[in-house]
């Protein structure tokens, strides 16, 4: 079954440490996408990467940066966690638009709260 | 920009009947759109999607319409269950984006 894991489900982090979000997908897709969603705001697109190690911001990438090392791995960083950080992160892949496979396929979610 | 909204926050629907949830977009070059459902605690699952030169695509009990002309799509589940419970996003993207714009969602209850 194909899919895409993120690798904490749940994560309670203290403000002002690193934190490390990783995603990894076996469906050899091109792009990767990192998503925080919070009640009444929807889904909000934090960075994507079209390719390794390439990152383009999204609408709201501030506190966040991005690595995309190899193809199917792509970790979302933040620096120095903030209580404004808690929230639901979602991390998704796809292939380029127009191709068969261009459907953005979920993983499960990391839930991040900030202490 | 894409601007992709929903028009009911919530929709309660008893078991055994057909639901329809609508979804309207802004953008007249959108070109792609795409149905997520999302249960409790759970990343989105992708339902069904649809490309603008089609008005129709059907699924296993769910069906998609695009009306590009009012820039309006809906989402039908036949036969609804108790398993159809969650909340369901539509999400819009332009020809050749990478990115798709979501809607806030629409949480439909099925009453037993």
């Known amino acids: 079954d194909v899919k895409v894991t993120q690798s904490s489900r749940y994560l309670v982090k203290r403000t002002g440490e690193k934190v490390f979000l990783e995603c990894v997908q076996d469906?050899?897709?091109?792009?990767m996408f990192w998503y925080r969603q919070d009640p009444g705001l929807g889904l909000r697109l934090i960075y994507f990467s079209y390719d390794v190690k390439m990152k383009e911001k999204g609408d709201i990438p501030e506190g966040y940066s991005v690595s995309r090392e190899k193809k199917e791995r792509f970790s979302l960083i933040l620096e120095s966690a903030s209580t404004n950080q808690t929230s639901m992160y979602l991390c998704?892949?796809?292939?380029?638009?127009?191709?068969?496979?261009?459907?953005?396929?979920f993983g499960s979610g990391t839930q991040l709260s900030v202490l | 920009g894409e601007s992709v909204g929903l028009h009911l926050p919530t929709l309660s629907v008893q078991e055994g009947d057909n639901s329809i949830i609508n979804c309207a977009y802004s953008?007249?070059?959108?070109?792609?759109f795409i149905w997520y459902k999302q249960e409790s605690g759970k990343g989105p699952q992708f339902i069904i999607d649809?490309?603008?030169?089609?008005d129709k695509r059907q699924g296993q009990r769910v069906t998609v319409l695009l009306n590009k002309t009012v820039k309006h799509l809906s989402l039908q589940i036949a036969a609804t269950q108790p398993g159809d419970s969650a909340v369901y996003f539509c999400?819009?993207?332009?020809?050749?984006?990478?990115?798709?714009?979501f809607g806030k969602g629409t949480k439909l209850s099925v009453i037993p």
């Open positions: 998704a892949s796809s292939s380029p638009p127009g191709t068969a496979t261009e459907k953005l396929l």
């Open positions: 649809i490309r603008s030169n089609m």
């Open positions: 953008n007249s070059a959108s070109d792609y």
């Open positions: 999400a819009g993207a332009g020809a050749g984006s990478y990115q798709l714009t």
């Open positions: 469906m050899d897709h091109e792009n």
